[in-house]
């Protein structure tokens, strides 16, 4: 029991260690913004994913039983992951894209959001507006 | 075997924080600086982790907790400060 403990920790512990160190890399390697988003969101996610079950998994075989403190992280992080990631692409859509680079979006909506001044009214509003119904 | 994995992994995420920290120091946009400060904060936590099974203690999941709620609500500040111009309208 205890080394097959100590085997699946030790698995976890490398794989999250290969997983941070490819998230930091190809937040170097990657050639462009967007792309550059895509590792350290993904991968270094994955990876303290992967330290918090080997921290719960040591705490259960080595020491005095499971906790559970480290699914609360891991669930904090898994949530806020992507909506780190969907703010640092707006603020880049927002920085560095002009809205004539971008495929024009779907539905009723003008333009994308990013876009919009902040005292005109949004898209959205007029096509809820219940003074026209069936628009 | 399970302290060799463990050091491994000390040693892949403190050479993660190195090369975040080259990343905010030679990036040319500032979306690129936030993203590399955002992910050295997971490497952070992924370190304070490791500390705590080495040592055996739990006290380091509160401090990992707290840490993950400053660096979320301060990327998100951050960029909502680019996209708005200011953070709480």
């Known amino acids: ?135 | 075997m399970m302290t060799i994995a463990l050091y491994l992994a000390f040693l892949c995420y403190g050479a993660a924080l190195l090369m975040n920290i080259w990343v905010v120091a030679r990036a040319e946009g500032v979306g690129d600086r936030v993203l590399a400060l955002d992910t050295m904060v997971i490497n952070a936590i992924a370190l304070m982790i490791l500390y705590g099974i080495l040592h055996t203690t739990p006290v380091y999941f509160e401090v990992a907790m707290l840490f993950a709620m400053v660096g979320f609500i301060s990327t998100v500040a951050y960029c909502r400060f680019m996209l708005r111009g200011n953070i709480i309208e």
Request: aromatic share 10%; net charge negative.
């Open chain 1, 1 to 135: 029991m205890s080394i097959l403990g100590e085997i699946i920790v030790s698995i976890l512990l490398l794989a999250a260690g290969f997983f941070g160190l490819v998230g930091s890399y190809g937040l170097i390697k990657l050639d462009q913004p967007m792309t550059r988003l895509h590792a350290p969101t993904k991968a270094t996610t994955l990876g303290v994913g992967s330290v918090l079950i080997a921290s719960m998994l040591y705490f259960l075989f080595f020491a005095e039983g499971i906790t559970f403190h480290e699914l609360m992280i891991s669930l904090f992080l898994f949530v806020t992951a992507p909506v780190v990631a969907h703010f640092i692409a707006k603020a880049q859509l927002h920085r560095n894209w002009k809205p004539g680079d971008l495929p024009a979006p779907g539905g009723r909506a003008k333009s994308w959001s990013v876009y919009d001044q902040a005292d005109e009214p949004a898209a959205d509003d007029t096509a809820r507006d219940p003074a026209k119904p069936g628009e």
